[in-house]
Nanobody, 124 residues
């Protein structure tokens, strides 16, 4: 059974930092982070290719968040700095099996497996 398990969420003040982890039970073509705030659709945050670790981040987090991976540990990370209240959401890890024509995938249907999510709350 394929598993993706997120950890590292919590409550932090605006301007603070958190690091999320996603431990996976297998390798993927790409891994991604998405987030979903109450009453809103799930939105793309960042993605990384497994083989060569190319990354792509959403405009709303570029310059503040960093995505990285540790292939030896089958684990992906999301370092979040300069957090804002609008970053408050449940953050989900997602895995894509298929190799496609591009190195970054930003839509929910692009991914095949999902974790249960971890809550990130940023207070003002």
């Amino acid at each position: 059974q394929v598993q993706l398990v997120e950890s590292g969420g919590g409550l932090v003040q605006a301007g603070g930092s958190l690091r999320l982890s996603c431990a996976t039970s297998r390798t993927f073509s790409s891994l991604g982070w998405f987030r979903q705030a109450p009453g809103k659709e799930r939105e793309f945050v960042a993605t990384i290719t497994w083989a060569d670790e190319r990354t792509y981040l959403a405009d709303s987090v570029r310059g503040r968040f960093t995505i990285s991976g540790d292939n030896a540990k089958n684990t992906m990370y999301l370092q979040m700095n300069s957090l804002k209240p609008e970053d408050t959401a449940v953050y989900y890890c997602a895995g894509r099996r298929r190799v496609g024509s591009t190195y970054y995938y930003t839509s929910v249907p692009d991914y095949d497996y999902w974790g249960q999510g971890t809550q990130v709350t940023v207070s003002s």
